[in-house]
């Protein structure tokens, strides 16, 4: 790999604010509730990039939910740019590991999906697919059949959808685990250029730390059961990114840091199953 830089300057940021404040969440089990988010609390800058890490269930999927207004908390508020949460906006796009792709439509007609649900006339939706088609390097298979493409392809494809809508958040749930790792490591390279030209304010989920702190502003620790924030690191590397700067010391410093917190976090979960006698479910 060269060590061009990933991007070109930074457009404009276009990104919301977003704030947690005092979240509680449970579910129902049967006859009982199952505390999920407890005193949750996050401010996100606008147009920051924040990555959320953490154990399986710890509530990550949940509290994403909620900034999309997919689900309601039972406590607290979620707020964007200042206005609680209370339904899903055309500002908030969701990217998901699984590309959900619709099979019976072509490539370009899978990207105009998003605008097609906004009311988008046809002529712009158009425009509008083909430019970002043309940005994730798949103009070529506009009329392509997406069962045709690589998986790669295909979460290209997916990206496109969610940023041609301009969202001035957007959510990302594991949204490269799927990939292979030479394919993941060229999406998350792609998808942090294609980020920098409107700078939306991002959530990222992933069970990758590495990838956590190539990508973000801040990484947020969370552990579980009950769900809540155990570290909040500010990723202190120069922007724009590259996949070079995995091997400099500040990277390896940051990782080592972010290792050892979830670490101690995985011992005091442990060390608490023993004490309720393994019976934690
Ligand atoms: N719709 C639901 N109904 C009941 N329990 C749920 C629901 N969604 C999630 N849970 C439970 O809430 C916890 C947190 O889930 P989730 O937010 O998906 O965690 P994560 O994304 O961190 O793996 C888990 O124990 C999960 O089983
Ligand atoms: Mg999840």
């Avoid at 990933?6 to 005092?22: S, Y």
């Avoid at 449970?26 to 959320?52: C, K, M, T, W, Y």
């Avoid at 990758?208 to 579980?224: F, N, Q, T, W």
Wanted: aromatic share 6%; with cysteine.
């Amino acid at each position: 790999m060269t060590a061009t830089p990933l991007l070109n300057a930074p457009g404009e940021a276009r990104g919301l604010a977003i704030d947690f404040e005092h979240v509680n969440h449970s579910f129902i089990h049967g006859d009982r509730a199952v505390r999920v988010l407890d005193d949750f609390n996050l401010n996100i800058e606008p147009s920051q990039f924040v990555s959320i890490v953490g154990p399986s269930g710890c509530g990550k999927t949940t509290a994403l939910s909620m900034t999309g207004g997919l689900l309601r908390a039972r406590e607290g508020s979620v707020r964007l740019d200042g206005r609680e949460v209370t339904s899903t906006s055309a500002d908030v796009a969701f990217l998901f590991a699984r590309d959900a792709l619709m099979p019976w439509r072509r490539v370009r007609s899978n990207v105009e999906l998003g605008l097609e649900v906004r009311g988008v006339p046809k002529a712009e939706r158009r425009e509008r697919a083909t430019a970002w088609l043309r940005r994730v390097r798949l103009h070529e298979f506009a009329e392509s059949d997406v069962l045709h493409l690589s998986q790669g392809m295909r979460q290209r494809v997916a990206i496109a959808r969610t940023l041609a809508q301009s969202p001035r958040v957007v959510l990302m749930d594991e949204p490269f685990a799927a990939l292979d790792a030479q394919t993941r490591a060229l999406q998350q390279e792609e998808f942090i250029r294609l980020w920098e030209a409107e700078r939306p304010t991002v959530i990222f989920v992933t069970h990758d730390l590495e990838e956590a702190i190539l990508l973000s502003d801040r990484v947020i620790l969370m552990a579980s059961r009950p769900g809540r924030i155990v570290a909040d690191m500010t990723i202190d590397l120069e922007r724009p990114r590259t996949q070079e700067m995995r091997s400099s010391e500040r990277f390896r410093e940051l990782v080592v840091s972010l290792y050892d917190q979830l670490r101690h976090e995985v011992d005091v979960a442990e060390a608490r199953r023993q004490e309720s006698g393994g019976d934690d479910d």
